[in-house]
């Protein structure tokens, strides 16, 4: 536990050096090329720390001045801030991007991943978590034992197997590893799963009859994707390590793991990037949902605190239904808000993953802000709030029953909980539901004022932090970063689109994001 928060300070110490060192730029009288040079400086040795190649630092500083060098000497101190930082954002983006596209399987039909990678990388470990990242979206997931190599490889991928209800094949009598995983391959294709994960052999070290054996495998599974599980505790050998593989298989992306246990991750994601091969996913955790996707220029935005909100509004899309989004935002435009309404947001709350994660897409927030004990407590809370729900009758749940005593303590006998946590649960919704009356008396929540947010974010976030108390408002950054959050809905091109219809076009999607905080918990 204390090398995992260690390692989770570490990656959170280098964005805060780097945002600290752009922050000079605010305090600086003039930008110049002496005060350009301290900020490049500064951000150069951060990554140093973190173990980033030399030759990556110096690039990096030799392309954001020679960007500097090429604006009109009339340019404001306040555009040259922000050009400065988005030169960096960039710079920064390119050195994790390698600018190959990685593979997306298709829905309907198998799509046959092979796993390889040095033993001791996670590789088991990152099979079944990929797998459940797959099965938590709706595809047929099946897991392959092709690892005869490892005395308990078979039972540890059963076993994760088991726990996530996966579907798992493997025979522990059988020693050759083409054998096993044809066999598995077919069993699964025959039976109509989407997604098949195939485990193969690691050894302690790169050894000839490592590759030879990947190859045989290969060649007869033909994988659609070859995953390369890299831990990234080696840093910079990474290269090497990675440019081994890809020499002997082809591979197709790469998964970065216990990236929150050493000072050197920076190294390995860059120098993994250097061998054209696209990283998909980094491991944060030991957890299965513990595997965070991977984009080069959101990994930087959210490491910095400047969060992102595009990939925020796509996760909300896809774990919350359309058409549930837009009976909620009638709802709300009118102050409605029932026990029905707070387990569908609960719901969509589960289905976009780790909370931390997506606080980090907020400006202002950072991804260390959720310790990973808080974010269980929460999700925890969550789960039995939802439990509490499906225990109401129809009436109770549409509030056209009160919930006196009697009822409360039935609800909690239902839901496995106590009368008092039924009661908590009801004074949070009561605040919950607080809120939405004053959004719909307010007007927010109807088109023609998101339409107006945008148009004046000034005059609705004075509105919304009249909705708020002040502990709500301090806990997402205050009013300052509130007004940046309006700012950075309104600069999005396709917020318009996103929550409702554009003048001159035809019906559009719409998105709403419904916030819980209470008592430090994030939902």
Known sequence: YQRRVHGIMVLAELGLKISAALKKLNSAAVIDEATLNDVLKDIGNALMAADVNLTQVIKLRKNVTNQVKLLDSATSAANLRKIIQRAVVTELSNMLDPGVEPFVPKKGQPNIIMFVGLQGSGKTTTCTKLAYHYQRKGWRVA?????????????????????IKVPFFGNEEEKDPVSVATEGVEHFVEAGFEIIIVDTSGKHKQEESLFQEMIEVAAAIKP?????????????????????????????????????????????????????????????????????????????????????????FEVVKDAIPQEKQKELMKDISEGIFTFRHLKEQLQGVLNMGSMSQLMSMIPGFGSNLITKGKEKESTEKIKKYIYMVDSMTTDEVELKKPLNPSRIERIGRGSGTSAKEVSDMIVDFKRMAKIVEKMGKSGIGKMNDMQNM???????????????????LKQIGGPQNLMNMMHEFGKMENMEEMMGKKKGHAKKKQVNILIIVHNNHYA
């Open 454 to 472: 945008m148009r004046n974010p000034g005059q609705m976030m004075k509105r919304m932090q009249n909705m708020m108390d002040q502990k709500t």
């Open 224 to 312: 659609d994707n070859v995953i390369f599980v890299m831990d990234s505790s080696i840093g910079q050998a990474c290269y090497s390590q990675a440019s081994a593989f890809q020499k002997a298989v082809k591979v197709g992306s790469v998964i970065i793991t216990k990236l929150d246990g050493h000072a050197k991750g920076g190294g390995a994601l860059s120098a993994i990037a250097a061998t054209n091969s696209p990283i998909i996913f980094i491991g944060t955790g030991e957890h299965f949902d513990d595997l965070e996707p991977f984009q080069a220029k959101s990994f930087i935005q959210r490491l910095l605190g400047l969060g992102d909100l595009p990939h925020l």
């Open 143 to 163: 897991l392959v034992c092709a690892d005869t190599f490892r005395a308990g490889a078979f039972a540890q991928l059963r076993q994760n197997a088991t726990k």
